[in-house]
């Protein structure tokens, strides 16, 4: 039995079957770790002594007769901007190399419980790019082509499940940050409706952006994670008070009679080999009984700059509390206070962390703060209306995640602005706040993963599900991985 192969499901149905144990899934994600963290660089911490014990505690309540949850005992990691109590955090920045939280985050504690985690996986520091390039602890590598990124800013998080380094991960989605990597490394990711997984203990890059979500192999796997971290949580004020619905139940439906949109500027620009991929995939779910339409939806031009004013001014913001003096990395020489604020932030962060400060800053500053943030905000609404207008008609939105498969690392570190530029499919997603999925659909010549993206309706998670189940049911995309 090839054990790595296996989708958190199926993994956790012979766990509860007693067809394998808790320690033998855990002690082969290990093993894979040390086989292949060397030349991925997936994880920052890696709680070997930690995980063997929780799988013992798992063993014990399944010998027991205890009832354990669906995914009771499926090894997992999470993305190391999310709090782990007792375990390091930290960002993936020398920021934050040495902070240790006293808390779980809400999402890593619902994961706690009965919980197997691996560690805490590699990022762009701050989750600031689309390559993992900026970590300080190295750029991650596309465990497909270890030359290419693996798409960021959640790209351990991906690679990680890729790989077979992890059964499933959380990552975080400001622009795109949990499809991105899906879509590169060729694993299922979901950004959920803002609201509907709490960010507290999620170290903040631009709050009304944030979310976490689930990256895991299947459809199927990110419905059952869904269900153990959604809820309402009174420590996050923008958590969502409302009925959860028991997303698992959307596997059980079909895509006959559903309104797709393709969106014609989600298109231009994408290579043949994508554009041919998600049409293919588009195709598919049209014989299935879907029914799809190509539209326009010009405000769309207007999401790259207005993302980028607003995540980066919430940025400016959210990253001021990093000074030296409470916590995290402090310089060792400075003259006065004002020389330590200054010389811990140049010594702290990296450039790309800097350089959207920076732009944040000044957007915010006198003078400028109408030019740029609150007409950024405007386009913001314009940008749901537009949203709103397409779902009066369509269940659905689909596109591809990214215009190329992944890249080479450092093809595009010198030019910030191309970086950019790849991130329209993806940023009018979070703007507007609500469901994106990237589920795989195809290959390019070289034998890279291609990514189909859903976008859904407010609270349109259970649709997406549906769709990406009947589509994984009926293609073999997402088999298989990388972990040989």
Do not use: W
């Amino acid at each position: 039995m090839e054990l790595l192969k296996l989708t958190a499901k199926e993994a956790a149905d012979k766990l509860h079957s007693k067809e394998v144990s808790c320690a033998e899934l855990t002690k082969a994600s290990l093993e894979q770790i040390k086989a292949k963290n060397d030349s991925i660089n997936a994880y920052i911490t890696v709680c070997e002594e930690e995980a063997l014990q929780q799988a013992e505690q798992v063993d014990a309540k399944i010998v027991a007769g205890e009832a354990i949850e669906p995914l009771a005992g499926v090894p997992y990691a999470i993305k190391d901007n999310i709090c782990t109590k007792g375990v390091r955090t930290t960002c993936a920045s020398k920021m934050l190399g040495n902070f240790v939280p006293p808390y779980n985050a809400y999402a890593a504690e619902r994961l706690s419980k009965d919980g197997v985690m691996l560690g805490k996986l590699n990022m762009d520091e701050f989750a600031m790019g689309s390559s993992n390039e900026t970590s300080y602890f190295g750029a991650v590598h596309n465990p497909y082509d270890l030359n290419r990124v693996p798409g960021g800013s959640s790209g351990g998080s991906a690679a990680a499940v890729a790989a077979g380094m992890a059964y499933y991960t959380l990552g975080s989605d400001t622009g795109g940050s949990i499809r991105l990597p899906a879509s590169f490394c060729g694993v299922t990711g979901l950004k959920p409706t803002y609201g509907t997984v709490s960010r507290f203990g999620l170290v903040a890059f631009a709050s009304s952006l944030d979310q976490i979500g689930p990256l895991a192999k299947s459809a199927e796997d990110v419905a059952y994670i869904m269900n153990r971290i959604t809820g309402h949580d009174k420590m996050d004020s923008t958590s969502l008070d409302i009925a959860y619905p028991d997303y698992t139940k959307a596997l059980q439906g079909d895509v006959k009679g559903m309104k797709i949109a393709l969106v014609r500027e989600y298109f231009e620009g994408a290579d043949a080999a994508v554009d041919a991929a998600v049409k293919a995939a588009v195709k598919q779910l049209t014989d299935m009984g879907a029914q799809c339409d190509e539209i326009s939806m010009p405000i769309t031009d207007y999401a790259l700059p207005a993302y980028y004013i607003i995540s980066s001014s919430e940025a400016s913001s959210n990253l001021a509390r990093y000074d030296g003096v409470k916590y995290g990395f402090r310089a060792e020489k400075f003259d006065d206070l004002t020389d330590m604020y200054f010389k811990t932030r140049d010594e702290g962060f990296g450039d790309e962390v800097k350089r959207r400060i920076m732009l944040g800053t000044y957007a915010l500053s006198s003078g400028y703060y109408d030019a740029y943030y609150k007409k950024a905000q405007q386009v913001r609404t314009m940008i749901k209306q537009g949203f709103d207008k397409v779902f009066e008609t369509y269940d659905m939105i689909a596109s591809p995640v990214y215009p190329t498969t992944a890249f080479g690392i450092g093809e595009k570190t010198d030019d910030p602005v191309k970086m950019y530029a790849g991130d329209l499919c993806t940023v009018s997603v979070n703007i507007a706040g609500l469901p994106g999925m990237s589920l795989p659909c195809g290959f390019d010549e070289k034998g890279l993963p291609i990514g189909l993206q859903l976008i859904g309706k407010p609270f349109g998670e259970e649709t997406l599900l549906r769709a990406a189940h009947a589509f994984q049911c009926a293609t073999d995309y997402h088999k298989g991985g990388a972990q040989a």
